[in-house]
């Protein structure tokens, strides 16, 4: 099995209400419900944006210096992701454009060129 990150820029999303980011929630959870019962969802977050940044860390002098920001200048931002383990490139497609269908917004496929260390752990 392969592991491959599903994901999409925050700025690919249309304005919204609430009321329709309940219905694409509430899409988007059927489909991530068949992953689960499939045992390819390895993680899964969302809801992330500028305003869910805690602080950026830089090494200086072999130390890591936290701050507040400022923050990469980027319009940019990883809106929500799934982490599958699927048996090949095909698999990974299919499930990024049930996601795709479900919120109707653009997703985007990236593999992993190994398993993640912790993959050995669960």
Known sequence: MTEYLIT??????????????????????VVLTEMVAQGVLIFTNGGL???????S?????GEPVFSDGPYVETKEHLGG????????????????????????????VHRFRAPGPAHGLR
């Open 49 to 55: 944006d500028r305003s869910t940044a805690v602080c």
């Open 81 to 108: 992701f799934a982490v599958v383990d699927v048996p090949d490139d095909q698999a990974a497609r299919y499930w990024a454009g049930r996601l795709a269908t479900a919120l109707d917004w653009p997703q985007e």
């Open 8 to 29: 999409f820029n925050d700025e690919w999303v249309p304005e919204h209400t609430a009321e329709q980011l309940r219905e694409k929630a509430a899409a988007s959870r």
């Open 57 to 61: 860390v830089e090494p200086v002098d």
